[in-house]
């Protein structure tokens, strides 16, 4: 293939969950080969599906990449992603995501392993056509879409949630074994995960627009970092709640039992790095947080139950950060959310306010109104100032932060 030509890989189309997914699972192994990832690569996301174009490079040589990547990476693969019982977990990367069995695990690297298959997959996926013998309706595909890789999959979804889902029966949703493993493969390269006893946690995130490949690579490499740290972090080592410095998976999943949902994935994109934020805020998309709670004691046996799904429009806060970033008071924001969501889990009477700062600051990001913000400085003293007595000290909110906030109100 020359250097002028494109490669155009469309994703199936079974739900903006699980084609979010199963993006990652294809343009993560290429972006991190090449060199100018935003030149070569690009995502355009419909709110359904998305294309991947890919510029200089032949179908062979992609097949090729995603099934290298599978073989050096099987290890932790298979580590994060099947379910693995705390009292065998050796460090806290073990069953990171947990929420498959060994068999199903062992059955997607086998698939992705095969360059072959992979790349008859990848011709198939050329034309947006793929999915029209998958699905309800599909008949002679083997693989039943596990509920990690698409929670309103057919028999899964509660019959009360609404009387008109076409998913709402009694039947498996079936997709073909590479659509299955594509998306598994997606959920270990792009998806933050938090566990807490029985539950576990899942938050990635989806777009409509284009992305480039540098963007993609800035926010699915801080993910894959996140995971590097919990491989070298003991599971006997103890969790200081107050610290600074704990990853941010386990921030999220000391804090999931008392924030809802949609603060916590705004709450997430606040501590992202900078890189990630910038690469983020320059695409020319509107982002949104995927995010699934699941009570995952029965995950063995991949009877999953879903306690909470929610999609979140994340651009206000992506909005509001790139500014607070020009601003150089990204940092100092970044420690106050990080304080908020620990004084949010206390227990004590610091708690309330501390959640609803939380909630305030999201409002203010997404209207504007001074009226939100004074909610959230209001909010976040009171809580601060009940929290220091049980803490190490008051950390304030700032002139600073204040001034650079109350700066949003005036920008469009």
Same mark, same amino acid.
């Given at each position: 293939?020359?250097d ?10 079974h ?5 979010t ?7 993560y192994?290429?972006?991190?080969t090449?060199?100018?990832p935003?030149?070569i690569?690009?995502?355009f996301?419909?709110?359904?599906n998305?294309?991947i174009?890919?510029?200089g490079v ?5 097949a090729q990449?995603?099934?290298n990547?599978v ?6 693969f298979?580590?994060e992603?099947?379910?693995?019982p705390r ?9 990171r ?13 086998k ?13 198939s ?5 793929h999915?029209?013998?998958?699905g309800?309706?599909?008949?002679g ?18 019959q ?5 889902n ?14 299955s ?9 792009g ?22 490949g540098?963007?993609l690579?800035?926010?699915?490499? *801080?993910?894959?970092?996140?995971? &590097?740290t !919990? +491989?070298? %972090?003991?599971?006997?080592e103890g #969790?200081?709640a ?13 804090s999931?039992?008392?924030?809802p949902?949609?603060?916590l994935?705004?709450?997430m ?6 890189s990630?934020i910038k ?15 699941f ?9 999953l ?7 979140? *429009?994340?651009?206000p806060?992506? &909005?509001a !950060? +790139?500014? %607070?970033?020009?601003?150089n008071v #990204?940092?100092?924001f ?7 969501l ?8 610091e ?11 999201f409002m ?16 976040y ?7 220091s ?24």
């Open positions: 293939m020359c002028g030509d494109e490669l155009v890989i469309y994703t199936p189309g739900s903006l969950y699980t084609d997914l199963i993006t990652y699972g294809i343009a192994p290429m972006i991190r090449i060199e100018e935003e030149e690569l690009k995502v996301g419909t709110g359904l998305y294309a174009t890919i510029r032949g179908i062979d040589h992609l990449v995603i099934a990547y073989i050096e990476k099987s290890n932790s298979k580590r992603l099947m379910v693995i009292s065998e977990a050796k460090t806290r990367a073990d069953g995501v947990g929420l498959l069995s060994g068999n199903d695990v062992l059955e997607f690297v698939v992705l392993r095969n360059k072959a298959g992979v790349r008859k997959y990848l011709e996926l050329r034309s947006p056509a999915a029209k013998n998958e309800k309706t599909g008949k595909v083997k693989s039943k879409l596990k509920l990690s890789l698409m929670p309103t999959a057919g028999k899964y979804l509660p009360d949630l609404t009387t008109n076409r998913y709402s029966d009694n039947r498996y949703y079936r997709v073909c074994e590479y659509c493993a594509f998306a598994a493969l997606g959920l270990y390269c998806a933050l995960t938090a566990r807490l006893r029985e539950w576990a946690l899942i938050i990635f995130l989806g777009f409509e627009g284009e992305v480039g540098g963007a690579n800035q926010a699915l490499h *801080l993910i894959r970092s996140e995971a &590097d !919990l +491989a070298n %972090l003991p599971i006997e #969790i200081t107050r610290g600074r410095d704990i990853p941010l998976s386990l921030e999220l999943g000391l999931m039992d008392v924030l949902l949609r603060t994935s705004q709450a994109l606040c501590l992202f790095t900078d990630a690469g983020i805020s320059e695409s020319n998309a509107s982002w949104k947080s995927l995010s699934v709670k009570n995952a004691t029965r995950a063995k046996s991949g009877n139950q879903v306690r909470g799904y929610e999609e979140v *429009l994340l651009t806060v992506v &909005d !950060l +790139a500014d %607070l970033m020009r601003d #990204i940092v100092k970044r420690e106050r959310v990080r304080w908020l620990r004084a949010a889990r206390s227990r004590g009477p708690s309330g306010d501390a959640i609803t700062a939380l909630e305030s600051i203010f990001f997404q209207t504007r109104r001074l009226s939100d913000l004074y909610s959230f400085v209001r909010s003293e009171v809580s601060m100032k009940n929290f007595k049980s803490s190490e000290y008051r950390l304030g909110l700032s002139r600073e932060v204040c001034e650079e906030l109350a700066k949003l109100s005036t920008r469009p």
